[in-house]
């Protein structure tokens, strides 16, 4: 019986599909490696992933007290992006029980998309890589449409309409998927286990799940 054939479930990438850092703490440690700094330290630098790469860069330079000019830094980022678009996926891997559960959330009917602020171009050749891409119907990047999260027009965009033929649900791990999810006025489960730098607890979301096994039950939680 596919349960789920009116929903349409919009998922976060980095931290709530797939564990990033690290790949992108190993490209950070090369960039940084350019102006002769040591390996940055991974626990602080997962915190900002969900930031962009330039704060990743800046972040790790402050822990060294270490100061470039606003034009180095444009430089760095250049290098990171460069590097990381050509070896995106060495060491990145789905979270424990996703791919069963996207599997098995299609097979019961639901529409899957993936709604980021990752560039489009780094997050379709990574879910390629990953071979998940024929889980969604669409793969929405920060840099594939006007206004991303936090506004409601990227879950909108990701999901394929407005909520009005479908249920939408929005699945993420920080504060940009919920307040999307408060704007586009559809529920948000949280990942406790992804990156964010606020308390999961304080983000406002409507489940807070530590396994993503349990977005199933969630989601019917919620669309009930």
């Not at 270490?66 to 891997?93: G, M, P």
């Not at 649900?169 to 489960?189: H, T």
Request: net charge positive; aromatic share 6%.
């Amino acid at each position: 019986m596919a349960r789920f054939r009116k929903l349409s479930l919009c998922f976060d990438l980095d931290g709530t599909l797939i564990d990033t850092a690290p790949d992108l703490v190993r490209v950070l440690n090369a960039v940084i490696a350019e102006e002769g700094l040591p390996e940055t330290e991974f626990d602080e630098a997962r915190k900002a992933v969900g930031y962009g790469s330039r704060a990743l860069i800046n972040g790790a330079l402050a822990r060294e007290n270490h100061s470039v000019s606003d034009a180095r830094i444009d430089e760095l980022q250049k290098l990171f992006l460069k590097l990381y678009a050509e070896d995106i996926c060495q060491l990145s891997t789905p979270f424990p029980g996703v791919v069963d559960t996207l599997k098995a959330l299609k097979q019961d009917g639901a529409e899957l998309s993936v709604c980021t602020n990752k560039p489009g171009y780094l997050a379709r050749p990574l879910i390629e890589k990953l071979g998940l891409s024929n889980l969604f119907v669409r793969v929405v990047g920060g840099d594939d449409l006007a206004r991303n999260k936090p506004f409601a027009d990227h879950i909108w965009k990701a999901a394929g309409h407005r909520g009005r033929s479908r249920k939408i649900v929005m699945v993420g791990d920080s504060r940009p998927d919920v307040l999307s999810a408060k704007n586009a006025k559809v529920p948000c489960l949280v990942m406790r286990y992804g990156y964010s730098t606020i308390p999961v607890i304080k983000l406002g979301g409507d489940r807070i799940l530590s396994r993503f096994r349990d977005v199933p039950a969630a989601v019917k939680d919620v669309t009930a």
